[in-house]
Structures are given as structure tokens and as C-alpha cells.
């Protein structure tokens, strides 16, 4: 498979191409980057933290509490999610809650939902089901790790908190940088720390510290690590 920007795909034991795992905390740009191979390459590329903020927000919208295995296992036996990989809107239950992904209040939500195992569980099945046929760049922060811990490369991200929360800050108009440093405190603690596929980096995993690179430079640091593994060959275009 040829991307737009000179480099080769190498579609190896899948059908459909290589698989690239990409994980980390929130604030280092790991959509950016996930998204920036996916065009490079024309792969597609899956967000799964819109996934569990999807999920999550239909979830409270039901009155579900977040917090209770019994009642999110009863919601998730029936919930239907429709991802569209090249709009990346998604819809559960027939509701389009793409609009509301990237809110402070979705995010809340999937800090609570996502530590939970019925709603891991529905949503490692979705993505792995996504990945099968290869071909996709999957960002998250248990990827490597759970949902495809045979993925052709493995990345994990990494900044400094400081960094993290201004990178956020500059995306959300209006925030306060405190209370964002706090929330993501909160949620790294949560997320590192839940029984559920915590967050952290796989033994085969690169590290890559974005805290001094632009995305077009973690981009090329990425491509060059899959041009080294033997995932991709050509130039960078």
C-alpha cells in the first residue's frame, strides 16, 4: 500500500496491512501523531479515547452510574456503537455524540466509565474486531498492552506534565491551566491505577518524549523507528 507522502506500506502477515499500536497519558499528542501516520500511510486511524467518551456519555445520558459494574454491564449488553473511521464521528444508540467528544465533561465521565470492567470489555472487543484484518493505527492508552498486544509496532508517548497541561490548555479556549493540570492529575492517577488495563507502557513499546518536538518532528521520529523495524520503506516525501 502507497501513502501520500512516498512511503510504502508493508502489508506482511495481514491482509490488510501493518498494525501500529500508540499509547500514552492525555497532553502528548498522540492523536496528532496517530492521525499524521494513518494520512501518511493511508491507514486507518482509530481514536479509541472518542470510543470510551462516546460510550460514556450515552451511558450518563441514560442515567447509568458510571461507577457501578451492574448498571454499566446492562448498558453496554445492549448499546450499539457506529464508528466511521474516515469521518471519525461516532454515534451509540443511534445519538451522534462526536460534537461533545473533546469537552471536559466527556472526559470526566470516561475517567469514571473507562476503569470499569464491563465497559472494557465491550470496547477491547469493538476495537480488536477493528484491527483484525490490519491496516489501522490505533491510539489509546492500553493498546499495546490489552487490546493488541500483537501489533506490528508499539509506541508509547510521553511529556512532562507541565508540558502536558499547556499543550491542553492551548486547545481548550477559555480553560483555566490550573484546574487542567488538576483534572489531569486526577485522571492519570485513575488511569495508572485501576485494575482494568492500566495505563502503561509495554515491554516492546518506544518511549518517545514529545516534550521538545513539534508534531511534524514526532512524526518523523515515529516513520523513522517503522522504517528501522522493516514496517514501512521509502522516503519521508
Do not use: W
Not at 502528548?28 to 470510551?52: C, F, N, P, Q
Not at 473511521?85 to 443511534?94: A, D, K, L, M
Not at 477493528?130 to 493488541?148: Q, W, Y
Amino acid at each position: 500500500m502507497t501513502g501520500a507522502g512516498g512511503e510504502k506500506g508493508r502489508c506482511g502477515r495481514r491482509s490488510g496491512g501493518p498494525v501500529v499500536a500508540v499509547d500514552g497519558p492525555s497532553g502528548v499528542g498522540k492523536s496528532t501523531a496517530a492521525r499524521g501516520i494513518a494520512e501518511r500511510l493511508g491507514l486507518r486511524y482509530i481514536d479509541t479515547g472518542a470510543m470510551y467518551r462516546a460510550l460514556a456519555l450515552a451511558a450518563y445520558g441514560a442515567g447509568v452510574d458510571l461507577e457501578s459494574d451492574a448498571e454499566l454491564e446492562e448498558f453496554c449488553s445492549t448499546a450499539e456503537m457506529d464508528l466511521d473511521p474516515e469521518t471519525g464521528r461516532i454515534s451509540v444508540n443511534g445519538t451522534d455524540h462526536t460534537d461533545r467528544l473533546r469537552t471536559e465533561e466527556a472526559g470526566g465521565y470516561a475517567s469514571l466509565a473507562s476503569a470499569r470492567p464491563p465497559v472494557r470489555e465491550k470496547l477491547t472487543g469493538l476495537q480488536r474486531e477493528l484491527a483484525r484484518e490490519g491496516g489501522v493505527v490505533m491510539e489509546g492508552r492500553d493498546i499495546g498492552t490489552v487490546v493488541l498486544p500483537d501489533a506490528d509496532i508499539k509506541f508509547f508517548l510521553d511529556a512532562s506534565p507541565e508540558v502536558r497541561a499547556m499543550r491542553r490548555h492551548g486547545e481548550l479556549e477559555g480553560a483555566d491551566l490550573n484546574k487542567i493540570s488538576s483534572s489531569m492529575a486526577g485522571r492519570d492517577e485513575r488511569d495508572r491505577s485501576r485494575k482494568a488495563a492500566p495505563l502503561k507502557k509495554a515491554p516492546d513499546a518506544i518511549l518517545v518524549d514529545t516534550g521538545s518536538l513539534d508534531a511534524e518532528e514526532v512524526l518523523a521520529t515515529l516513520l523513522g523507528h517503522m522504517r528501522d523495524r522493516g514496517i514501512i520503506e521509502g522516503g519521508s516525501g
